[in-house]
């Protein structure tokens, strides 16, 4: 399951990503982060949440790698990932991200009340 949702007051792409997605769910998610970026200024934030992702397979990884780099040519300021305790979903994602070369800021936090805050 994903939502993907844009705060324009907040300057703020919100991402949720949860359970093992299939390859065709994962590129649904990418392209609709991808479509939402236009609606977000240069020096926006992103909040991820993937406390309840399961890693996805390679050929999904590589969706998630088109919509990190798409986010870091639109000029994200920084990346929110709520991991609460999915570990080995955070290194999928920190995988893609060096393969990408993004070099936006990421910090890591357990919770979404978390990640608000930092907003």
Known sequence: MYNVK???AKKCLFITLEG??????????ADLVVSSLPKLPK???VVNDISQFKPASREA???IKLAQAA?????????IRV???SFVGKLQFERTKKEVNATYET???ATMEDALKLL
């Open 43 to 45: 020096g926006f934030t």
């Open 107 to 109: 910090v890591e936090v």
């Open 71 to 79: 986010i870091f040519q639109k000029g994200v300021s920084k990346v």
């Open 83 to 85: 991991t609460g305790k």
């Open 61 to 63: 990884g590589e969706y």
């Open 6 to 8: 844009v705060d324009t």
């Open 20 to 29: 093992f997605m299939q390859e065709d769910e994962v590129k649904k998610a």
